[in-house]
């Protein structure tokens, strides 16, 4: 039997873009959580850069970056070498299934039962904790935001706040209905009988699992951005740590590190640093009297490396995770993370997702965009998203079999409508002569214009082609 | 073939050709020499603006101010380094205004529950500051152990001025981190925090919920 099969997962059904879309613009709630979130985060963003040369220190960002990625391979074995000379030991995955069996068979040799966990947006992507699950072991979301999101049984709706789709009402209710509080409006009191539950949670748990934000080759050191300290405990307190992390995250120094930790937090949530700047070079040394005895690295590829092959898809793997991108995306703000169905939503989530689950399963995401550009002239590393949308846009509709496809269930949005439209359109584009009959054919049968026009006139007028083509009024203006 | 070989062979036999490498200039990290003074300035402002407290400090009344911090905050106990003067000298002063004096100087294994449940306050050294983003540089050891920092409601850490570097940039190079680094080393920048209850503020939430900054000028 394959070790896959074991694999149940909770996936939300990804091409339901649609209809979740419409629920979620339909739901004043979350479209007002969403947007008062997002208009505070661009603002403090704005101010977070203020004395700093953000151009300048964004193409800092992005070549850190290109630069890691074109020694990737090298930068992998030198990182593994370093950890390994550091105590920690790695391992690597193929695929998300892959990393889950890794950090089964860590917990089954340690004979653990529970593992508690620091954010990390690749276990979600792993579907780490349903995995556990049904291995029998426990796996509880220690990040506030990721512990509410796991009670109440759901996925979280953004990157960094994975509960910004509830309200303190709903999280109260929550908290009651599953953890016996008290209900309350105050913010700290609920905060507060979080942290008495999860305290008691550290103390008790046979290992820690944590992401990582970079991986350090030089010093063979795995750092963690965070504010609210659950992720020095889970890192700290359990006698085994597991890292996951995608193999993109390398980088060679940690002076690297200073440039894109001075564009992450900022662009993440307009911080100047966050609260915790976790930097883990090993496992608890002999003389030491705290700190986790194990230490593993788990280096996921899950659909990195095909990405890795395309000179422009390659780019996705610049991103740092701070989500900018959904803060300032008209899409986002108003449909919210959920309607995505995906680990990663918003931009970031269209150019990623398709790689990651295949452009059949995920053929609605890079349409799911107005293109306005929001989120290329935001990212702190200055991946070209729009473009990335276009080329992804190209590839799921495109059926052109000589051109090898690059991401997985290429042509799966295809529609032979859609593609002999665009045909007709570079044909008749291509000679000037067809050109003017065309556009002037177009114009003298206006009248039989339909009034409908799919799904764009649900809520607009179409519009209405001129009684004459520009081509001829410059002619007659003499132009 | 194992998981690692064909993830490292897709990487190096990339369709697309080999990258260039682009160069990095890291001079926008580097800002303008700042003034001790005006270090302190941002520091200050810096750590405050995230709810952090900071006492200008000298040398002689350093306990004092400690004291009283402690005393506001009706502390029944105080964790300190074993072996680091600053823990030396609190034992040696022999104080009765300090409240009792604790020492991490057992695997935690020992003593976990104590320490998640007992101790009200903890005292730690830094290896310096970073003024631009209001940030204490701390390597834990075994004299201060990495959860000294992190489970007390309060921790209280004692900066030197003129240990304060303008940028984490400068920081790490004038440290010479490229060298090597400790098992674990941290930069906080404030008590532990939330805001994923409606994007309100919380403090407190794992680790401290106070952090307060005795400065030695
Ligand atoms: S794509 Fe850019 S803006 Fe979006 S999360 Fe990644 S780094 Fe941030």
């Not at chain 1, 694999?7 to 004043?28: C, E, S, Y």
């Not at chain 1, 030491?288 to 996705?316: A, F, K, M, W």
Request: charged share 25%.
């Amino acid at each position: 039997m394959s070790e896959t099969a074991e694999h149940t997962g909770h996936h939300i059904d990804v091409k339901q873009f649609h209809p979740r879309a419409q629920a979620a613009i339909h739901n004043p709630k979350i479209r007002k959580n969403f947007r008062s979130a997002m208009d505070g985060l661009m603002s403090k963003r704005k101010t977070a850069f203020e004395g700093w040369d953000l151009e300048t220190l964004r193409d800092l960002g992005a070549n850190v970056r290109l630069r890691a990625l074109a020694n990737l391979p090298d930068l992998l074995e030198q990182l593994e070498k370093k950890l390994t000379e550091n105590g920690i030991k790695v391992h690597w995955a193929v695929d998300g299934d892959e990393a889950c069996r890794i950090v089964r068979d860590i917990c089954k040799a340690r004979d653990a039962k529970t593992v508690i966990k620091g954010k990390s947006m690749v276990s979600e992507e792993m579907e780490l904790n349903h995995y556990l699950e049904e291995q029998g072991i426990e796996a509880l979301e220690s990040d506030l935001g990721e512990y509410i999101v796991q009670l109440a049984d759901e996925t979280p709706s953004h990157i960094i706040m994975p509960a910004i789709h509830k309200n303190t009402g709903e999280i109260s209710q929550l908290l009651h209905d599953k953890t016996g509080t008290d209900l309350s409006n105050d913010v700290e009191y609920l905060t507060a009988s979080a942290r008495l539950q999860l305290r008691e949670k550290f103390m008790n748990a046979d290992v820690g699992v944590s992401g990582v934000n970079f991986a350090v080759a030089e010093t063979g050191t795995l750092c963690l951005v965070e504010n609210e300290g659950n992720g020095r405990m889970t890192t700290t307190v359990p006698k085994c740590h597991i890292a996951v992390t995608g193999i993109e995250k390398v980088v060679p120094s940690m002076e690297d590190v200073s440039a894109l930790l001075a564009l992450l937090t900022r662009s993440a949530t307009g911080q100047h640093i966050t609260t915790y700047f976790n930097m883990i070079s090993g496992p608890r040394k002999a003389e030491e009297l705290d700190g986790p005895e194990e230490v593993h690295l788990v280096l996921v590829d899950n659909g990195r490396s095909s990405i890795y092959q395309d000179d422009e898809l390659l780019d996705t793997l610049r991103c740092i995770r701070c989500g900018a991108c959904m803060n300032h995306c008209p899409v986002y703000t108003r449909v919210g993370g959920h309607a995505y169905g995906t680990t990663y939503p918003g931009p970031i989530g269209k150019i990623l997702m398709p790689h990651l689950i295949g452009l059949d399963e995920g053929r609605h995401l890079p349409s799911a965009s107005s293109l306005c550009g929001a989120c290329g002239e935001v990212c702190p590393v200055k991946i070209p998203i729009p473009d990335l949308l276009v080329r992804l846009r190209q590839e799921s509709v495109d059926g052109d079999k000589l051109h090898p496809a690059k991401v997985r269930g290429h042509g799966a949005k295809r529609s032979s409508m859609e593609a002999m439209i665009w045909k007709g359109w570079a044909w008749m584009h291509a000679s000037p002569g067809i050109y003017r009959f065309g556009t002037g054919a177009a114009s003298k049968f206006r009248v039989l214009q339909p009034s409908k026009a799919g799904a764009w006139t649900d809520y607009r007028t179409a519009p209405k082609l001129a009684a004459k083509t520009l081509h001829q009024r410059m002619k007659e203006r003499g132009q | 073939m194992s998981s690692r070989e064909t993830i490292l062979q897709r990487l190096r036999n990339r369709t697309g050709g080999e990258l260039t490498v682009p160069e990095c200039d890291f001079s926008v990290l580097v800002r303008d020499d700042w003034s001790i003074k005006e270090r302190i300035e941002r520091f200050e402002k810096m750590i405050e603006s995230v709810h952090g407290e900071v006492h200008h400090c000298t040398e002689d009344m350093w306990m004092d101010r400690l004291a009283e911090v402690l005393n506001t905050r009706g502390a029944r106990n105080l964790l300190i380094p074993k072996q680091h003067e600053i823990g030396r000298a609190l034992r040696d002063a022999g104080r009765d205004d300090l409240p009792e004096l604790l020492i991490y100087d057992e695997p935690i294994e020992s003593w976990q529950a104590h320490l998640f449940n007992e101790v009200d306050a903890s005292i730690t050294s830094t290896r310096g500051g970073i003024a631009e983003t209001g940030s204490l540089i701390l390597w834990p050891n075994d004299d201060e152990p990495r959860l000294m920092s992190l489970v007390p409601p309060v921790h209280i850490a004692v900066l030197r001025a003129s240990e304060l570097y303008t940028t984490f940039h400068e920081a790490m190079q004038a440290q010479n981190w490229a060298a090597g680094m400790p098992t674990n080393a941290l930069l906080i920048s404030g008590p532990s925090k939330t805001a994923d209850i409606e994007q309100t503020l919380a403090y407190g939430v794992h680790g401290p919920k106070e952090l307060i900054v005795l400065m030695i000028e």
